[in-house]
């Protein structure tokens, strides 16, 4: 078993801390299961953020865009990088308004992204990001060109700096509220790839 991430002062949880976690096992599930990370950074405009596909290779996660994007070009520029992925699985109803919640699953990772320019690792990047939301997709996708790659940027964030934090289990009501006559509980919640439409 590989040795845990070391908490910092940024990714050690100080409210409900009983809910993090360290450990590389937990925060790879968080980081392979979820499809849509968001990007933060400071840029010359504001601080800025942006949805984006992603994958995990070992312990570095790649991120791609055009090569015009503003956020991506800032986060290439050593300026510190904020990423953030969330697994919602279910919405928690307490009896009190005050002690509903959401179980999830979710991971933060701090870090200087670097721009990836080697063009073998440029391609294997790519090829991991389209697997990761299809797996096997790049066995039947045209890989890209020469220009299409020139037109992508894609960075690569180490995973150094990085924490996950856990909420499972039904509603945390206080003794006084248990006879209040509303329903309490988990509605279940998970992503569900419909069947695929041809076009």
Known sequence: MADPYQPTHRTTLRRLPGRAAYDRETVHAILDEALVAHLAVMTDLGPRIVPTTYARVDEVV???GSAANHLLRSAASEVETCMAVTLLDGLVLARSAFHHSMNYRSAVVY???RRVTDEGEKRAALDAIV???VPG????ARPPT????RATLVLALPLVEVSAKVRTGGPI?????LGWPAWAGVIPVSLVPGAPVPV
Do not use: F, K, Q
């Open 137 to 140: 997709r790049t066995l039947e």
């Open 62 to 64: 790649y991120v791609h």
């Open 131 to 133: 697997d990761h939301v």
């Open 146 to 149: 020469d220009a299409e790659l």
């Open 111 to 113: 870090g200087w992204a």
């Open 173 to 177: 009501d206080d003794e006084a509220d």
